[in-house]
Structure formats: C-alpha cells, structure tokens
C-alpha cells in the first residue's frame, strides 16, 4: 500500500446526525499521478476547483512536494507516495485516472532511461488495470515527442513520426509511444473509456530551472547574469502553450467523447534565436547569446496543428506569449537564491549506475 498523508479527520458527523441536516453528496475521486510535477499540480488545483476530491500520487523522483503544499490543509486532496510502475492500489470509488507521471526533461531522462521508458509502460498498464477494476475514465499524457523530429509540418494527429529508436531521447519518446497503443488495446479490446493527449511544449509557474528546457534555462541563464545558450544555429522552432490554456485544453479532453490522440498547444512557432532575443528583451538584461552543437535527434520544428482541438473541444489557446512570460519570469524573480543556483535537481541516487 502507497504511504499516504491525508487532511484531518472530519468532524461533522455527529452535527448532521443532531440537526437532521441532509449529509452532503459525496465528492466524486479523481485520481493524478505524477501530481507534484509542474503540469500534475495545476491539474489538482483544477480539479479541486472543479469540485472533486483529488487523489494525487507521485514517487517524488523529479516532482516536488512544494508543488502541492498548499493543498495539504484539505479535505478533499490526499497525497499518495508512490511509484506507478509498482503495483497500483486506491481504495474506494474513482471516477477519472490522469495519468501524468514520467520524468518530462532531457536532463531527467538521460539519467534514469529505465525509470523513464517503466512509468509509460509497467505504469501505464498498472493504471489501467486499475481504471478497468474501478470502471473509471483514464486520460494519459503523450508528448508531442511521439512526432520525434518531424517530417511534416504542422504535425497533424494522423502523423505517425521520425523517431530513432535507439537515440538518447528514444527512452522517452517510444515510452509515449507505447503508452498510446497499450491505451488504445485497453479501448478496443476491453472497451475501457480513455482519452490521450499530445503534449506540446507548455510554460507557466512551477517549471524547474534546471530541467533542460529552453524556456527555464533561458530564464535562469538571464537571472544568474549568464550569456544565453543556444544549441544549433537558432534556426530550429517551437510552439510554447501557456499551462492555464494547456490545463483547459485537457479538462476538456477528458470530459469529451474522443478516444483518439488530440495535439494541445499552442501554434505560435518562433524560431529559439528569436526566442532567446524576447527573453533578454523581458529581463532586461545585456546577455550575449552564444552557440554550442545541436544534441542528437533534437527536432527542428515543433508546431502542433490543433484543428481537431478546435472543432472536437472548441479549444484554443487564449493566453499571448508575451502575457504568459511575464507570468512566468514574475514566479522565477521569486524563488530563492539556492534555487535559482541549483545545479541538480536530483542526484537521483539508488536509481543511476556508478
């Protein structure tokens, strides 16, 4: 059984029993894995806003207990620690599963490729399993690195992808991969009721600094009075959804009817150079930006096209970028000086090999 912290026990009982009060309907459970990560957190703050009793689970690997501190106090929010690639046990009813634990940063995976290519797989097939037993609804979070380094541009839901294999970013990217058609065994051939999403790249407040990605890095480069670092010539594009519209964007999925793969995010391509010139703009600072070789297999583009977002979930991003990062950079002024020189997030001991 996972190691569980809950909120206080309830005390109302006996006041109902006395006033002859109607007892309040029970809360339906939702259950998040990966929920001290930075995009697990703003689901539980979504769904808690909604009006569920939230369930959430991680290991703690590369999510963060600060993430969801404020939600400790509640009643109706439980903390499991536990790890998803290990049996999976949640007593009680369940009425939704969002599975999104995994580690989501080049930094994290290239560290703990089998941790990484387990919780897509074992994990996957644990949850559901369990979504099956509870007869509950399960949404997983796929990535838009399904597409690997593309191909075809925009990338359409129908796009089957460039990916190598054996590359670094393989442990990741055919993880989600697997992730998907195991999903979609468990709908065809169990008539389970999933949902999955393509993640494309998402921004917003508790992002890590250190976790690789070039937002964060950018950012944390500026604050630290560092030059920006561009990998490749610049030219190479991405989309970056703001976690409010991604959040939306996901809320909707798991409430619609569509068992197939739906892209959120947020079209707006830019190439990294232009990029990286908004972040000195925003910072204000007077950084160079320098060049260093492109990793293997990092894609050159990166657009998500979200017509069967639009017309299936009548979503689409509402939040500009420039609004989104000053969000986003107002959060990073206010972390604390260890974090913001924080090498290592995790040394991720008991897990990578001497």
């Known amino acids: 059984m996972a190691k569980k912290k809950t909120a206080a026990p309830k005390k109302a009982t006996k006041a109902i029993a006395k006033t002859g009060k109607t007892r309040p309907a029970e809360k339906e459970r939702v259950l998040i894995t990966g929920a001290a990560g930075f995009l697990g957190s703003h689901l539980c703050d979504r769904f808690l806003k909604e009006g569920y009793h939230v369930l959430a689970m991680d290991n703690l690997i590369t999510g963060r207990l600060k993430n969801i501190e404020h939600l400790f106090k509640r009643e109706d929010f439980e903390f499991y620690h536990h790890d998803v690639s290990k049996y999976v046990h949640v007593p009680g009813k369940l009425k939704y599963i969002l599975h999104f634990a995994s580690p989501a940063s080049p930094i994290d995976y290239l560290k703990i490729p089998i941790q990484t290519l387990k919780v897509s797989s074992l994990g996957t097939h644990n949850l559901l399993g369990l979504a099956l037993a509870k007869k509950a609804r399960i949404l997983v979070a796929s990535t838009s690195e399904v597409y690997g380094d593309p191909q075809v541009h925009p990338q359409t839901e129908d796009y089957w992808g460039h990916v190598n294999t054996v590359g670094p970013r393989g442990v990741y990217d055919e993880a989600k991969r697997f992730q998907e058609a195991i999903t979609m065994a468990y709908h065809t051939y169990h008539g389970l009721e999933t949902r999955m999403v393509r993640i494309f790249n998402t921004y917003g407040p508790r992002m890590r600094l250190n976790d690789g990605r070039v937002l964060p890095a950018f950012i944390g480069q500026a604050l ?92 689409e991003p509402k939040v500009s970028r420039a609004q989104g990062l000053k969000i986003t950079y107002e959060y990073f002024k206010s972390l604390t000086p260890q974090e913001l020189y924080e090498k290592d997030h995790n040394t991720f001991e008991g897990y990578v090999r001497k």
């Open 224 to 315: 630290r009075g560092e030059d920006l670092t561009i990998f490749g010539k610049g030219n190479q594009t991405r989309s970056f959804c703001y976690v409010d519209d991604l959040i939306e964007g996901i809320y909707r999925l798991l409430k619609s009817d569509c068992a197939d793969p739906i892209n959120i995010g947020n079209p707006a391509e830019i190439t990294i150079k232009q990029f990286a010139e908004e972040i000195v703009k925003l910072t204000g600072t007077k950084q160079k930006l320098i060049y260093k070789p492109l990793p293997q297999d990092d894609p050159m583009q990166r657009k998500p096209d979200i017509t069967r977002a639009r017309k299936l979930l009548k979503w």
